[in-house]
């Protein structure tokens, strides 16, 4: 699980784009709204070093409705490791099983 840890940060955070497309519905931003200020982010995110949070954090339209505690709890790489070790198991240990 190390391993899939550091593909994902490699990734500069481009993995959490649907996550704040709904967090910034949800605050109350249109879809095309939301879709902007993550599309045009991410993007930037081709064109340097920099996280997409690091983008995001710069953004005056994401800054408006965005409560920093909350993104960061958010854009927690463990929500995607969380069942790794069982679906590895699973998938490569009890195939019979299922």
Avoid: P, W
Avoid at 21 to 39: N, T
Avoid at 41 to 62: G, I, P, V, Y
């Amino acid at each position: 699980s190390d391993n899939m840890r550091n593909n994902l940060k490699a990734n500069k955070g481009l993995v959490f784009s649907q996550k704040i497309l709904l967090y910034l519905v949800d605050k109350g931003l249109s879809r095309k709204e939301a879709y902007d200020i993550v599309q045009r982010n991410a993007l930037k995110c081709l064109d340097d070093e920099k996280s997409l949070l690091s983008h995001l954090k710069n953004d005056t339209d994401f800054m408006q409705v965005s409560d920093s505690q909350e993104i960061d709890a958010l854009l927690q790489y463990d929500s995607f490791l969380t069942n790794i070790d069982a679906i590895y198991e699973r998938s490569l240990g009890n195939k019979g099983d299922a």
